[in-house]
């Protein structure tokens, strides 16, 4: 069974504090892992898919690593509009299996 | 283009009352999902269609639970009997291809009293 874990669970960041989000995973085969990011009483939001070791993305603040076992999402120099919950999700590759298993989320806060 | 549309956005009924929600999708894609949110238990995926047909429903908890695509921009899920055990936010997604990403609408919050 796919399995994805996401720590910490929740993260208080210094306005400008560089920090990362680890998201581990447990699949027979990797297609994609996705990040989301989740604004309360919003739906999940897409930020990035990755898609083989070794591969990253950037968008602003963001950027996004990714090894056989995990992926790293890290924010430099954080600002409190990127408060939220971070979302980490898995597509296996093989047979007909296309759905998404997603970790638990880590809350982020960053204070001003 | 408009996102997943969703309703109601909120929903309080009493338990053993049916509720239906509701999804549009984005125009184009050919897949969609629905997710059930909860503090315990996360995001989990109820069921998903593909060009109207259901796919996998393997993840919808109970008989009570239905879920139908009568076109490519409409699908409702329905809980009949609804039991407190069901609140929760439920989202739909939509996708353009199997193995794309999928972008989720605003959610409805459901309260089973």
């Not at chain 1, 989740?38 to 950027?63: I, N």
Request: with cysteine; glycine share 8%.
């Amino acid at each position: 069974e796919d399995q994805v874990t996401q720590s910490p669970e929740a993260l208080r960041l210094q306005e400008g504090e560089s920090s990362s989000l680890n998201c581990s995973y447990t699949v027979s085969g990797l297609r994609g892992l996705f990040w989301y990011r989740q604004d309360p009483g919003k739906g999940p939001e897409f930020l990035f898919t990755l898609y083989s070791a070794g591969e990253e993305k950037e968008k602003e603040r963001l950027k996004a690593t990714l090894t056989k076992k995990e992926s790293f999402l890290h924010i430099t120099a954080p600002k409190p509009e990127d408060s939220a919950t971070y979302l980490c999700a898995v597509l296996p590759s093989g047979g007909s299996n296309y759905k998404l298993t997603f970790g638990k989320g880590t809350l982020l806060t960053v204070n001003p | 283009d408009a996102g997943v549309i969703q309703s109601p956005r909120h929903e309080v009924t009493e338990m053993g009352q049916e509720v239906t929600l509701r999804c549009k999708p984005i125009s184009g894609h050919d897949y969609l999902f629905w997710y059930r949110q909860t503090m315990m238990r996360g995001l989990e995926l109820l069921i998903y269609f593909n060009n109207n047909v259901p796919i996998d429903d393997s993840g919808m908890p109970e008989d009570r639970f239905s879920a139908k695509m009568p076109n490519a921009s409409f699908s409702t899920l329905k809980i009949q009997p609804s039991e407190p055990r069901d609140s929760a936010v439920y989202f739909c997604a939509s996708s353009r291809g199997r193995s794309e990403t999928q972008y989720f609408g605003p959610g409805t919050r459901l309260l089973v009293l």
